[in-house]
């Protein structure tokens, strides 16, 4: 089974140079340096390296998890030699400018980048992506002291990074959080507190670990107006930003996890000595302020893994279902025929195409919010920067949930496409599935993300991010010039004005009592707004897809322009018209799931 290829030769280039024209951003100032040439330079180096050394050890990793011997954590030897080749090439600072020693990449190609390591070996890859995302925290809201003690460091991978957020007994409830910080006369903070879930959080790849550490000052305001936000250093600076002493930070264990097994997850206790030294990110009270401006931009990050995960599993299954031969079909269905590979069968056909629609839509979802970052960065129109920001955060949750949502539902009928094979160890789709299932769970649950769509998204800023939204799809739908896609944009047509239906009945109830419904069928709400959004992402692909089919002769780009055409029909006959159960949930106000009581379970 030939599944070393990662991404289809033509994807990428389709998705940033077809359908987001990224090679316009070298018209900026920011970029003016890079060209389309450049670009594919630093995607064909993402390529080989995730392909040579990344992927050979995924499974690998898979089977021999991390160990903690009650002083520190060892690892197959794969993954620090990926780690060096990875922090070596520039690409944990690939975002950054040339000022900062970073390459200043347009964060669409650095996604794109991401998308070869993700589909690779996601657990590798996660040492170095907590690592920028950290490092995003940082370079945005700390001192130029805290700056310049830890991010050169971390830039090249010297130190890594991590985000410690979650409590044992708290969970997502972050206003509940119980770790205090207390302030010296130095004007340094001694942490006092434990931390679960922390992926990352200890290991031997680099000399020095930086946790974002969020805690309370006490005397400070209750819930979450009163979390700060602190860098924690595995070990402490000396006067000379040498390393030093082991500071009062350590890990109490290891946990044994599903999927991602490659990466620690591990369990931390800060101030068991009370000399635990954490310095202040910005001003007290404002933590989880600055937290979200790392999460927002990581949430993209775990959409684009999701969906990366679920393409690696749909390449998979692709590859096993064009080589497997079994059964026969009509005319040539008698006993002395040979047998077909089963990608000829109807219903292994639909599997495929779902698993095509959901990761590729997916991947174009993430693609496309990456963009907005890059429209945003380049624009001297602050009227304009200001609506994209809005976007970017309207769109936020569903970049993040949808993809982490139907990304394990393709690595499900993957694992189905193999039959019996799937279900065994000995082939690799029951690994995907298991890797991706962590992704509806960690930085902010798929339900989380429900709510903050529901409950603030849609109607901060008097609903201007949805504005903007349905400007920029009317845009695109009024220029189809072709006239498959037309007929698709008609079927979407009618599904906007129920959201805007489902949208003005939600603003009557908002103010009411009936809002508690909300609360459980916010789900119904997500599964609205996000298949009209995916909706409008397949368009996009199979209106440009369609232009270029008729400009070409290369049959290997005919099929490929052909698929994209098959999935986006597929998508919007088959997927789209399930939301109509949810326009009827919202619109009834349906109260079932807020009336059931906990004593009837």
Same mark, same amino acid.
């Given at each position: 089974m030939?599944?070393d290829?990662?991404i289809?030769k033509?994807?990428l280039?389709f998705?940033?140079?077809d ?9 900026s100032?920011?970029?003016?340096e890079h060209?389309?040439?450049?670009f594919d ?9 995730a ?5 050979p050890?995924?499974h ?7 160990q903690f ?8 030897d794969d ?8 922090r070596?090439?520039?690409?944990i ?6 000022e900062e ?12 980048v991401?998308?070869?390591f993700?589909?690779a ?5 996660a040492?170095?992506f ?13 001192s130029?002291e805290i700056?310049n003690?830890f991010?050169?460091?971390m830039l090249t991978g010297e ?13 997502s409830?972050?206003?509940?959080i119980r770790?205090t ?6 004007g340094?903070?001694r ?7 922390i992926?990352?959080?200890?290991h031997?790849?680099s ?9 309370k000052?006490p005397?400070g305001?209750?819930?979450?107006k009163?979390?700060s936000?602190?860098?924690?250093p ?28 490659g990466t ?6 800060f101030?068991d000595?009370?000399d635990?030294?954490g ?8 933590g989880?302020?600055y937290m979200?401006k790392?999460?927002n ?6 959409g684009?893994?999701?969906a990366?995960?679920?393409?690696? =599993?749909?390449q +998979?299954?692709?590859? #096993? ?10 005319? &040539?269905n008698?006993? @002395?025929?040979d047998a077909?590979?089963i990608?000829?069968?109807g219903d292994?056909?639909?599997m ?28 001297d129109d602050e ?10 955060d309207?769109l936020?949750?569903v970049?993040k949930?949808?993809p982490?949502e139907?990304?394990?539902k393709?690595?499900d009928?993957?694992i189905?496409?193999?039959? =019996?094979a799937? +279900?065994t160890?000995? #082939?690799?789709?029951?690994q995907?599935?298991r890797?991706n299932?962590? &992704?509806p769970i960690h @930085?902010?649950t ?8 529901s409950f603030r ?12 939204l ?10 189809i010039?072709?006239p498959?896609s ?9 599904y ?6 489902v949208l003005?009945h939600l603003s ?6 009936k809002a ?6 916010a789900?119904a ?14 368009i996009?692909?199979?209106s440009?897809?369609e232009q270029?089919l008729?400009?070409?002769q290369d049959?290997e ?7 994209k ?12 018209p399930?939301?109509?159960?949810d326009i ?11 009336d ?5 379970f």
């Amino acid at each position: 089974m030939a599944t070393d290829t990662l991404i289809n030769k033509f994807e990428l280039p389709f998705q940033l140079y077809d359908v987001l024209d990224a090679e316009s951003l070298c018209n900026s100032a920011k970029f003016e340096e890079h060209n389309r040439a450049t670009f594919d330079a630093v995607l064909d180096t993402a390529n080989k390296m995730a392909t040579n050394l990344f992927l050979p050890h995924n499974h690998i990793a898979d089977q021999n998890e991390p160990q903690f011997d009650g002083k520190k954590v060892s690892m197959i030897d794969d993954v620090k030699v990926a780690f060096d080749a990875f922090r070596e090439s520039g690409f944990i600072a690939g975002r950054y400018s040339f000022e900062e020693g970073g390459m200043q990449l347009p964060e669409t190609v650095m996604t794109a980048v991401a998308g070869y390591f993700m589909a690779a070996n996601p657990s590798t890859t996660a040492y170095p992506f907590l690592t920028s995302a950290a490092i995003n925290v940082i370079s945005h809201f700390a001192s130029d002291e805290i700056k310049n003690a830890f991010m050169p460091r971390m830039l090249t991978g010297e130190f890594t990074g991590t985000m410690a957020l979650t409590e044992p007994h708290a969970g997502s409830s972050l206003s509940d959080i119980r770790t205090t910080a207390v302030e010296q006369d130095d004007g340094s903070y001694r942490i006092k507190g434990s931390k679960i879930y922390i992926s990352g959080g200890d290991h031997e790849l680099s000399d020095n670990i930086i946790h974002l550490v969020l805690a309370k000052v006490p005397g400070g305001p209750g819930g979450v107006k009163g979390i700060s936000l602190f860098a924690v250093p595995k070990y402490r600076l000396n006067d000379d930003e040498s390393i030093g002493a082991r500071n009062d930070v350590h890990l109490t264990g290891l946990l044994h996890k599903l999927g991602y097994r490659g990466t620690t997850s591990t369990s931390l206790s800060f101030g068991d000595e009370g000399d635990c030294y954490g310095y202040l990110i910005g001003e007290e009270h404002f933590g989880l302020r600055y937290m979200f401006k790392m999460m927002n931009e990581a949430r993209i990050g775990v959409g684009f893994g999701a969906a990366m995960i679920g393409y690696r =599993g749909y390449q +998979y299954s692709l590859a #096993y279902a064009k080589d497997r031969m079994q059964g026969r079909i009509a005319p &040539n269905n008698k006993p @002395e025929h040979d047998a077909t590979a089963i990608i000829n069968h109807g219903d292994v056909k639909r599997m495929l195409l779902a698993q095509k629609a959901y990761t590729e839509g997916g991947m174009s979802l993430c693609l496309y919010g990456s963009n907005i970052i890059d429209r945003i960065n380049t624009s001297d129109d602050e009227t304009l920067k200001a609506e994209l920001s809005e976007l970017l955060d309207l769109l936020t949750p569903v970049i993040k949930a949808w993809p982490s949502e139907y990304g394990p539902k393709a690595n499900d009928l993957g694992i189905q496409v193999l039959g =019996g094979a799937g +279900y065994t160890r000995e #082939y690799y789709s029951e690994q995907f599935w298991r890797d991706n299932r962590l &992704n509806p769970i960690h @930085e902010g649950t798929n339900g989380v993300q429900a709510l903050d769509l529901s409950f603030r998204k849609l109607w901060q800023n008097k609903g201007l991010g949805i504005q903007i939204l349905k400007r920029e799809i009317t845009h695109d739908l009024e220029n189809i010039s072709t006239p498959e896609s037309a007929q698709l944009a008609a079927k979407l047509t009618p599904y906007m004005d129920h959201l805007h239906e489902v949208l003005v009945h939600l603003s009557k109830i908002l103010p009411t009592e009936k809002a508690i419904t909300l609360t459980g069928n916010a789900q119904a709400l997500m599964n609205i707004f996000a298949s009209i959004v995916v909706s409008w992402i397949w368009i996009r692909q199979a209106s440009k897809a369609e232009q270029l089919l008729s400009d070409t002769q290369d049959n290997e780009k005919q099929n490929f322009y052909k698929g994209k055409i098959q999935a986006a029909k597929y998508f919007i006959d088959w997927e789209l018209p399930t939301i109509k159960r949810d326009i009827a949930i919202l619109t009834n106000t349906n109260s079932v799931c807020t009336d059931m009581q906990a004593d009837w379970f």
